[in-house]
């Protein structure tokens, strides 16, 4: 699923105010159309923040988020030198 859409700075953190609340109760469910996808989240996540200012002809902000865990609540492990 993707999606992009325009919308006022009000209703954005609306959004995401209600996404926050639904990451902290641990199940996220998203439709689009007759698609739906259900996820429970896991205690331990990894967030990602990536800010970008583009310049051009239209310069711009680009702002963005990315969650990610795994299905059985296990952090990947990291390398080890042996």
């Given at each position: 699923?993707?999606?992009?859409?325009?919308?006022?700075?009000?209703?954005?953190?609306?959004?995401?105010?209600?996404?926050?609340?639904?990451?902290?109760?641990?199940?996220?469910?998203?439709?689009?159309?007759?698609?739906?996808?259900?996820?429970?989240?896991?205690?331990?996540?990894?967030?990602?923040?990536?800010?970008?200012?583009?310049?051009?002809?239209?310069?711009?902000?680009?702002?963005?988020?990315?969650?990610?865990?795994t299905k059985?609540?296990?952090?990947?492990?990291?390398?080890?030198?042996?």
């Amino acid at each position: 699923m993707k999606s992009e859409d325009r919308k006022s700075r009000s209703e954005v953190a609306d959004f995401l105010k209600d996404l926050a609340l639904k990451i902290d109760a641990g199940s996220l469910t998203f439709r689009q159309g007759s698609e739906e996808l259900i996820f429970n989240i896991s205690d331990t996540l990894t967030l990602e923040l990536k800010v970008e200012e583009k310049t051009g002809q239209t310069p711009k902000i680009q702002f963005e988020i990315e969650l990610e865990w795994t299905k059985d609540g296990q952090s990947s492990s990291a390398i080890e030198i042996l």
